[in-house]
């Protein structure tokens, strides 16, 4: 496998501690948007990769996700339509302004 351009991590809401999920990205279903996002990326011919992550403790904005190396911090990720513009800007070299997090 080559290096992958981006990294995408996806907030699962897992706890260092154990036991149950219990954050707000789970709750809001991203766990369920990892699917979407490789196919997506699989069909645009993306060199990319998404992995779900642990709590990134921005649960005010969830859900959250990453992008890196370009380090985007994205929330209220919570249509495919907003991970399809997220996607479109990735490829178009960009950031998709209104998600991002300050």
């Known amino acids: ?40 990326i ?7 990769m998404v992995s779900s992550c642990g709590c990134l403790k921005l649960c005010d904005n969830g859900p959250v996700m990453i992008v ?4 985007y911090w994205y929330g209220n990720v919570d249509s495919e339509e907003k991970i399809d513009s997220i996607l479109d800007a990735l490829e178009e070299g960009t950031a998709a302004g209104e998600y991002l997090l300050a």
């Open 42 to 48: 699989l069909d645009r011919g993306m060199a990319a």
């Open 1 to 40: 496998m080559n290096k992958p351009d981006q990294h995408i991590f996806v907030c699962a809401s897992f706890r260092a501690s154990g036991g149950d999920t219990k954050g707000v990205c789970q709750k809001k279903g991203s766990v369920d948007f990892l699917p979407y996002i490789e196919n997506e």
């Open 68 to 71: 890196y190396p370009q380090n």
